[in-house]
DNA sequence: ATACAATGTAGAGTAAACTCTATGTCAAGA
DNA sequence: TCTTGACATAGAGTTTACTCTACATTGTAT
């Protein structure tokens, strides 16, 4: 399947201008029509929600970009596109952590207010 | 204790720039001495190092403000923000789990690249 | 007394990631 | 044929959160 860039914008929930953004920055870079107008392919569907996955989880796109590079020239880069992803994956794993002892100190902070609006009789 | 901003810039591992741009937003507030030098105290340690967690696990510093603001009115305000916090713990444990989910999948194209590069043999 | 390092204010500048505006083209329906 | 509506480009504007600059004061060591 092949969509204009209304309908990939509603596919990804990307806007219009955030796609052509992106495709600016050589993130996306779908083919062309007679009349000039982009033709996102499935594949570029599959790529756009791997980039919001990477974009998710806090990569910038400085990076994406240079990922996207690698991806263009093909299998030759497979082994530096796999050590990106190991590196970004043990800095995912570092934010899980990060957020898992937030959420244990913000707990011990909700309780403590707890008791403060029970005791000052504040309830 | 009490602590010049250059002290306290070392303390919370903020810059000098960053804590006088909080005051301006009325983050903190700390007292000034007769010649007008910020006297940071160890309550305003204990309150930045909390206002880095908020931050942290994504608040904006439009809502640290607001919570900062009711703070300030004191005990009266207690439920409103344990709510806030309440909220906001909602917010984190959604955060969690899209990490998590995002590092799985994440995973599974780490194991793709695997295997692609046994294939290739382009170990 | 003087130098100098830390501090003060006001306001400008920066970086990232969009988001919007102005203006123009083009295919399809009334 | 005329009018929409979707799309095109180039470039300006926005938002968030700093970060830096210019210039004036002040406290401390020589």
Redesign the interface.
């Known amino acids: 399947m092949e969509y204009s860039i209304g309908e990939f914008s509603r596919l990804t929930n990307l806007g219009i201008h955030t796609l052509r953004y992106y495709e600016h920055e050589n993130l996306i870079t779908p083919k062309r029509n007679s009349s000039n107008r982009r033709c996102y392919s499935d594949k570029d569907l599959a790529w756009t929600y ?1 980039i919001k ?1 990477l974009k ?2 806090g990569m910038p796109i400085k990076e994406i970009q240079r990922y996207a590079e690698l991806r263009a020239e093909g ?2 880069t ?2 530096e ?2 050590e990106m ?2 590196v ?2 043990e800095s ?2 570092e ?2 952590k ?3 002892e ?2 244990a ?3 011990d ?2 309780d403590f ?2 008791q ?2 029970e005791r ?1 009789s ?1 309830k």
Chains 1, 2 share one sequence.
Request: proline share 0%; net charge positive.
């Open positions: 791997f996955r998710d989880t299998d030759l497979l082994n596109r796999m992803l190991t970004h994956r995912l794993n934010q899980i990060a957020l898992q937030h959420m100190k913000l707990d902070k909700i207010y707890r403060e609006i000052t504040l």
